[in-house]
């Protein structure tokens, strides 16, 4: 690049330039969407040999953007596990749809930070019109404190600091937890570990995270809580929340979350809803009823980035009562004071957060782009190939679904011939599991229930058809007989 004098440039590329350049990468997307289902989800190539492909020396001459790209594409497209492929169905399955790769883009390129109003006015009105639909698709209060964060880990953990706020005769925030009483969060044995992580960072401790056990169901049993509860005031504890699911990571049961909260009511404790999974599937029709009234709840997190079209990061953290999250976190030094009209908010008030990217803009265009009629029919879509696959597995002779109850898209499996033990059952599940991702043409993951090892099969990409529901299962079904073969 030079200049109209001849002299070499310092500047940035040239908007001829960008738009050059991006209709390379956007020729290079094309053609990744068109070609997506011939590629494989994952590689088969060792650590040592992907870090030697991208370890080179620290460039000291700038190189063509099209060579770069080049390479991204040889080097490091290939070696990737593929989040957004259709026949993904590890983890929480998820989507980056179109929208939200083009709005990813424009906020980069218009680059806010999101902290104050009078540092970014429009998007700061953007995110607060975007945080006002989601609570209206999760049927939760919208006069309370509500912001967008990175993930639910960091969503849990600002809840829980909030709920420490609330209790009443410690002021943690001025006086630090010496000299308190031992504080106590309560959940299930299917909690995400995020709460622990939390605890850690707050300094309850992890001794202080009381996990009650559930049944086969994975639900948090009302009486079991409040017993525990009880037990705990009475020998000096004091109770500060308690985490209910709306969507175990494991199996996708759901807590009861009204009958959970009057046993909060009961004793004065916070309750946090980790909706993270479950939260936003219930705008599909068929899931609905089987979603709780979310409002029983002091707060509330449910991730766009798993649910609605989005990609990573977009979770969205709700409180009910007004100023709970602002009276923890706000600290206004002098260089960052500004006006206030009626209005205005700043965002940086409602988390440790202060530097924070434009994560909304991604979410106005999906849900303006596809309207709440089409985001539910693409859920519904996803939840009836689920079905398909349950059918599947129920008319086979050794397959079972270990979760029938989950009103989500998420399938346990569990591949059980009669006459083994349950350590060798639990030793077959994981080969087959291996041997489905290692062929490469589907990807999936595991977890551990009541009954052994089970391969999780979660459905929810805007891309996955169900002849890739159909592919996963003729991958199954032939990794078992080979295994049983092997076996024999």
Same mark, same amino acid.
Request: net charge negative; aromatic share 6%.
């Given at each position: 690049?030079?200049?109209?004098?001849?002299?070499?440039?310092?500047?940035?590329?040239?908007?001829?330039?960008?738009?050059?350049?991006?209709?390379?990468?956007?020729?290079?997307?094309?053609?990744?969407?068109?070609?997506?289902?011939?590629?494989?989800?994952?590689?088969?190539?060792?650590?040592?040999e992907i870090r030697g492909l991208i370890d080179e020396p620290?460039?000291?001459?700038?190189?063509?953007?099209?060579?770069?790209?080049?390479?991204?594409?040889?080097?490091?497209?290939?070696?990737?596990?593929?989040?957004?492929?259709?026949?993904?169905?590890?983890?929480?399955?998820?989507?980056?749809?179109?929208?939200?790769?083009?709005a990813e883009m424009a906020t980069a390129a218009l680059n806010?930070?999101?902290?104050?109003?009078?540092?970014?006015?429009?998007?700061?009105?953007?995110?607060?019109?975007?945080?006002?639909?989601?609570?209206?698709?999760?049927?939760?209060?919208?006069?309370?404190?509500?912001?967008?964060?990175?993930?639910?880990?960091?969503?849990?953990?600002?809840?829980?600091?909030?709920?420490?706020?609330?209790?009443?005769?410690?002021?943690?925030?001025?006086?630090?937890?010496?000299?308190?009483?031992?504080?106590?969060?309560?959940?299930?044995?299917?909690?995400?570990?995020?709460?622990?992580?939390?605890?850690?960072?707050?300094?309850?401790?992890?001794?202080?995270?009381?996990?009650?056990?559930?049944?086969?169901?994975?639900?948090?049993?009302?009486?079991?809580?409040?017993?525990?509860?009880?037990?705990?005031?009475?020998?000096?504890?004091?109770?500060?929340?308690?985490?209910?699911?709306?969507?175990?990571?494991?199996?996708?049961?759901?807590?009861?979350?009204?009958?959970?909260?009057?046993?909060?009511?009961?004793?004065?404790?916070?309750?946090?809803?980790?909706?993270?999974?479950?939260?936003?599937?219930?705008?599909?029709? +068929? &899931? @609905?009823?089987?979603?709780?009234? %979310?409002? /029983? $709840?002091?707060? !509330?997190?449910?991730?766009?980035? #798993?649910?609605?079209?989005?990609?990573?990061?977009?979770?969205?953290?709700?409180?009910?009562?007004?100023?709970?999250?602002?009276?923890?976190?706000?600290?206004?030094?002098?260089?960052?004071?500004?006006?206030?009209?009626?209005?205005?908010?700043?965002?940086?008030?409602?988390?440790?957060?202060?530097?924070?990217?434009?994560?909304?803009?991604?979410?106005?265009?999906?849900?303006?782009?596809? +309207? &709440? @009629?089409?985001?539910?029919?693409? %859920?519904? /879509? $996803?939840?009836? !190939?689920?079905?398909?696959?349950? #059918?599947?597995?129920?008319?086979?002779?050794?397959?079972?679904?270990?979760?029938?109850?989950?009103?989500?898209?998420?399938?346990?499996?569990?591949?059980?011939?009669?006459?083994?033990?349950?350590?060798?059952?639990?030793?077959?599940?994981?080969?087959?599991?291996?041997?489905?991702?290692?062929?490469?043409?589907?990807?999936?993951?595991?977890?551990?229930?009541?009954?052994?090892?089970?391969?999780? &099969?979660?459905?929810?990409?805007?891309?996955?058809? /169900?002849?890739?529901?159909?592919?996963?299962?003729?991958?199954?079904?032939?990794?078992?007989?080979?295994?049983?073969?092997?076996?024999?």
């Amino acid at each position: 690049m030079t200049t109209t004098d001849g002299t070499p440039s310092v500047g940035d590329w040239t908007p001829q330039e960008l738009e050059e350049n991006g209709r390379l990468l956007l020729s290079c997307l094309r053609r990744h969407f068109e070609d997506l289902r011939t590629l494989p989800v994952t590689t088969d190539r060792s650590a040592q040999e992907i870090r030697g492909l991208i370890d080179e020396p620290l460039p000291t001459e700038p190189e063509a953007f099209g060579d770069i790209l080049d390479q991204t594409w040889r080097d490091v497209r290939p070696h990737l596990t593929l989040w957004n492929h259709p026949r993904f169905h590890a983890y929480f399955s998820n989507s980056s749809s179109g929208p939200a790769i083009l709005a990813e883009m424009a906020t980069a390129a218009l680059n806010v930070n999101v902290m104050l109003w009078d540092a970014a006015p429009a998007a700061a009105a953007v995110e607060s019109t975007v945080l006002k639909w989601l609570a209206d698709l999760l049927a939760y209060p919208e006069d309370g404190d509500a912001v967008l964060v990175d993930g639910a880990s960091l969503a849990t953990l600002y809840a829980l600091a909030a709920a420490r706020e609330q209790l009443t005769g410690l002021d943690v925030r001025q006086h630090g937890l010496a000299g308190s009483p031992r504080l106590r969060v309560y959940a299930s044995d299917q909690t995400h570990s995020s709460i622990d992580k939390a605890a850690i960072t707050l300094g309850i401790g992890l001794d202080n995270v009381i996990r009650l056990p559930t049944s086969g169901d994975g639900m948090l049993r009302p009486d079991a809580l409040d017993a525990q509860i009880r037990a705990d005031v009475d020998s000096g504890y004091r109770p500060m929340a308690v985490v209910a699911n709306i969507g175990t990571t494991s199996t996708g049961a759901v807590d009861p979350l009204e009958q959970i909260a009057e046993v909060c009511a009961q004793h004065g404790v916070w309750l946090h809803a980790d909706a993270a999974y479950g939260g936003f599937w219930r705008i599909a029709d +068929g &899931v @609905r009823p089987h979603v709780p009234d %979310l409002s /029983a $709840a002091d707060s !509330l997190v449910a991730n766009p980035h #798993k649910v609605l079209l989005c990609p990573m990061e977009a979770s969205a953290l709700f409180c009910r009562h007004p100023d709970a999250l602002t009276n923890t976190f706000r600290l206004v030094p002098e260089y960052l004071t500004t006006r206030h009209e009626n209005g205005s908010v700043d965002f940086m008030n409602y988390s440790l957060q202060l530097g924070r990217q434009f994560r909304a803009l991604k979410l106005w265009w999906i849900i303006k782009s596809f +309207g &709440v @009629r089409g985001i539910a029919e693409r %859920l519904t /879509a $996803a939840v009836d !190939l689920a079905d398909r696959l349950r #059918k599947a597995a129920g008319n086979s002779s050794h397959w079972k679904v270990e979760n029938p109850d989950t009103p989500f898209p998420l399938v346990c499996l569990r591949y059980a011939p009669r006459g083994l033990t349950r350590e060798q059952t639990d030793a077959l599940n994981q080969r087959i599991h291996q041997r489905v991702n290692t062929a490469g043409r589907s990807y999936v993951s595991h977890t551990v229930v009541e009954c052994g090892y089970v391969i999780r &099969v979660s459905i929810g990409n805007i891309h996955t058809l /169900a002849e890739d529901i159909d592919v996963l299962w003729r991958e199954l079904s032939a990794a078992a007989a080979a295994e049983e073969g092997s076996a024999s």
